[in-house]
T-cell receptor, first 111, second 119 residues
């Protein structure tokens, strides 16, 4: 079935550093969503992207919908300890209409 | 306003036992979903519902059943528990279909999950 490839799988960074993660697909998507999940909780939506080329920010977070409609990235600037968690991308494929999730990027921030 | 509430939070089952994972939402959302999350993996859709009385299979429906008799409740049933069903289960709801272009701050609201172990 369709899959999203999310990378990196995990990151261990120093507080204050910038972070970048991305998702790619072999098929065209018409929506990209980025979620954060903290231990013992469900995912929480961070940013939603609906148009190719769209660049959207939410505080220190910035995400972009790739021009090819096959990828998206999420950047976190000036990371802080509370950024720790698992970040998931999710996309809705144009051909199937189904929402599928990436494998997640585990972020750890060292104070 | 509780959002999406899942019960129980934890459960251990023996192989072959059955159980129902409860999910209820108080936001009058039409769409409800059940996902499972395995270690190191993203969320896989088990079943979803677009409204009371309507359910449909997701990506990994085998071994599960659902019902949607009311807008608020969307229980997930395991009839014969198997070790492969050990996972964390998340229920979610949304007012609109996520990613349809209808902008909202929270296309999907998730519960806190049910951690299920089959031994």
């Amino acid at each position: 079935g369709q899959q999203l490839n999310q990378s990196p799988q995990s990151m261990f960074i120093q507080e204050g550093e910038d972070v970048s993660m991305n998702c790619t697909s072999s098929s065209i998507f018409n929506t990209w969503l980025w979620y954060k999940q903290e231990p013992g909780e469900g995912p929480v939506l961070l940013i939603a992207l609906y148009k190719a080329g769209e660049l959207t920010s939410n505080g220190r977070l910035t995400a972009q919908f790739g021009i090819t409609r096959k990828d998206s990235f999420l950047n976190i600037s000036a990371s802080i300890p509370s950024d720790v968690g698992i970040y998931f991308c999710a996309g809705r494929a144009s051909n199937t209409g189904k929402l599928i999730f990436g494998q997640g990027t585990t972020l750890q921030v060292k104070p | 306003n509780a959002g999406v509430t899942q019960t129980p939070k934890f459960r251990i089952l023996k192989i072959g036992q059955s159980m129902t994972l409860q999910c209820t939402q108080d936001m009058n959302h039409n769409y409800m979903y059940w996902y499972r999350q395995d270690p190191g993996m993203g969320l896989k859709l088990i079943y979803y519902s677009v409204g009371a009385g309507i359910t449909d299979k997701g990506e990994v429906p085998n071994g599960y059943n659902v019902s949607r008799s009311t807008t608020e409740d969307f229980p997930l049933r395991l009839e014969l528990a198997a070790p492969s069903q050990t996972s964390v289960y998340f229920c979610a709801s949304s007012l609109t279909r996520p990613g349809t272009g209808e902008r909202s701050n929270q296309p999907q609201h998730f519960g806190d999950g049910t951690r299920l172990s089959i031994l």
